[in-house]
């Protein structure tokens, strides 16, 4: 266990080594926050609220699914570099999980990235625009309980697309589109408020929506009680799902290994 | 008569650490044709060979054996190797090292292991190199005194004071390379698998690393597969050697008996008048000496002709060109 966490403390040292791209990934969430916010701004016009959802609404959603997508972004081709190098093979020779690894590696850069990319967005904000006020401090701790879920959601559908580099060896086509997908459907570009309703049952069937969606309406108390349970219920349900099928590519895929060069 | 070779050859096995039988390995090589139309035939329907890269390979090391694993480019040896280390599922063949099997127990046997490439660094890129070796602890779960005095003793060993603080991307090749030994070596495996360690390292780091090499083997008693091209390595640290050649093992033998085999092979180089050289190789048992200079003799336009004893080098390039060929193997199941 101690050497899971060492691998997250060691990428969050890495992260600080690097002073431009900390001070440009702020500056980054914070450019696109304003786009959107403008964009929203724009669209509402005089309106005070579109189908009960008000701006702050709107604001909301996108400093926290937006913001939070921008910090979870993390290195997707971690896997097929290494299949590609063929360095896989000392990952190999350590008595560790190197799943396990993989997810401590990009956690600890999530968790730099939420510290240092993301707090910065909120607070900026906070004094840019209006937000919504948390409905309790029970909401803002189950949010976050949420988030983490989310994240694990969103890290191994990740995951299982990295595998597929056992088989087809650059998986970067496969990895955009699949971002594609994921920035729409989890609602980061589109709240998913405005989706068309046909659209919207589609995507409750989808892990997509409880990667941000499910926090942003705890947050916001959309979600309350025994349907807080059941948002986390359903986000762990998929974890298991993806999980199954993660352990299903991965132990298939390591099986065809073929390590390359050398 | 069988069962009591058999009985015999068990007991020898029984102080073996590496225990190879009839491995085997190969690889599905796409075969690409040339031209468009070909290229975009391929994406839909590819054809396949089969590369044999390790071909019914078998030899045991014993505890505390340095064996110096060679042959040239492409012959099996980095495939060997990974699947004595675990990484690469074999086709055919048993192995079993340290008592386990490395592909089925991969995590259990990976724990006594150690290995370094020469061309895959293991060290964190941004990270000075300490906080490489800090991680390793933690990985194979060193205590914390043992961590501390292999550190410092493996840093006293190879000149490493002056860089352990800096960032790995700063090093040289060779102190890199020394970092990634320590990192290899920290939690004391019991075999340590050396990846061609001393590729693209000029003299000094070549010796600093074979120096480290043999005391590791004689004080730690570690067990030492070392896979080289560079024959000075061979020599200086080895005591057996084992030659591979298209997925087959060829030798299998200490280095000076190589030599004894290869003494009566000479080489002679004429030189002639117009500038041009050949290189003549020849078994005086065969053909004796006085019947080759005959020969040389009845030519004209020969300037000078010297003959040249086999060094280990020549040896073995004259194995992998095919110009001497190897006496059947004995002893060898």
């Not at chain 1, 993301?118 to 006020?133: G, H, Q, R, S």
């Not at chain 2, 009839?22 to 040339?34: E, M, T, W």
């Not at chain 2, 079993?96 to 890129?125: C, E, H």
């Not at chain 2, 030994?181 to 360690?197: G, M």
Request: charged residues 25%.
């Amino acid at each position: 266990m101690r050497a899971y966490v060492e691998f997250a403390i060691k990428k969050f040292q890495n992260k600080m080594t690097y002073r431009l791209e900390f001070f440009m990934g702020i500056l980054d969430t914070i450019i696109s926050l304003i786009v959107y916010l403008c964009i929203y701004n724009a669209l509402y016009g005089n309106e005070a609220s579109v189908d009960g959802i008000t701006l702050s609404m709107v604001a909301t959603n996108f400093v926290i699914s937006l913001g939070l997508s921008n910090a979870f972004h993390f290195d997707e081709f971690f896997l097929e570099k290494r299949v590609n190098e063929g360095s896989i093979c000392n990952e190999f020779l350590k008595p560790v999980n190197f799943v396990f690894r993989m997810f401590s590696e990009n956690a600890g850069e999530g968790l730099f990235k939420v510290i240092f990319n993301f707090i910065p967005a909120v607070i900026f904000a906070i004094f840019y625009t209006e937000l919504c006020k948390p409905s309790g401090l029970l909401n803002v701790l189950l949010m976050l309980l949420s988030v983490v879920l989310g994240y694990i959601i969103l890290w191994l559908i990740s995951f299982i697309v990295q595998t597929w580099t056992f088989w087809f060896l650059s998986v970067w086509g496969i990895i955009t589109i699949k971002n594609v997908f994921v920035n729409i459907l989890s609602g980061s570009m589109i709240p998913i408020w405005f989706m068309p309703s046909a659209l919207r049952r589609i995507i409750a069937f989808t892990p997509f929506e409880s990667i941000y969606f499910t926090p942003v309406r705890i947050y916001l108390g959309e979600l309350s009680g025994m349907d807080i349970l059941k948002g986390m219920g359903i986000q762990i349900l998929w974890i298991l799902i993806l999980m199954l099928i993660a352990n299903l590519f991965w132990k298939k895929g390591v099986k065809k290994l073929v390590i390359q060069g050398g | 008569m069988l069962l009591k070779k058999y009985m015999k050859e068990r007991d020898k096995n029984m102080e073996n650490m590496i225990e190879v039988r009839n491995l085997k390995k190969c690889y599905k090589i796409p075969v690409r044709s040339k031209g468009m139309a070909a290229t975009i035939k391929n994406l839909f329907h590819r054809k396949y060979d089969i590369k044999k890269a390790v071909d019914d390979i078998s030899f045991s090391i014993k505890r505390g054996e340095v064996v110096g694993f060679i042959g040239p480019n492409g012959a099996g040896k980095s495939t060997t190797i990974k699947m004595l280390s675990g990484i690469l599922y074999p086709d055919g063949g048993k192995v079993k090292s340290n008592g386990l099997v490395p592909f089925k127990q991969r995590k259990q046997y990976v724990k006594d292991i150690g290995v370094v490439f020469g061309q895959k660094s293991q060290l964190n890129w941004d990270l000075p190199l300490i906080e490489s070796f800090e991680l390793m602890r933690y990985i194979y779960k060193i205590p914390k005194e043992k961590y501390e005095a292999n550190l410092e003793k493996f840093i006293k060993l190879l000149d490493m004071e002056e860089f352990i603080n800096r960032p790995v991307r700063q090093l040289s090749l060779g102190q890199k390379m020394r970092g990634d030994i320590v990192a290899a070596l920290l939690h004391s495996p019991k075999i340590v698998f050396f990846d061609e360690p001393t590729i693209g390292l000029d003299v000094v780091a070549k010796e600093k690393i074979r120096e480290f090499v043999k005391y590791m083997n004689e004080k730690e008693e570690t067990t030492i597969i070392f896979t080289t091209h560079d024959m000075q390595d061979i020599e200086k640290v080895c005591d057996r050697l084992i030659i591979i050649d298209s997925g087959k093992k060829v030798y299998d033998g200490s280095i000076s008996e190589i030599k004894n085999i290869y003494a009566n092979c000479k080489s002679i180089e004429v030189l002639y008048e117009d500038g041009r050289k050949e290189i003549k190789t020849f078994n005086v048992n065969e053909t004796p000496m006085n019947v080759v200079m005959e020969n040389l003799f009845a030519k004209s336009g020969i300037k000078d002709i010297s003959i040249i004893e086999p060094e280990i080098d020549g040896i073995i390039r004259d194995i992998y060109e095919g110009r001497i060929k190897l006496p059947a193997l004995e002893g060898c199941v």
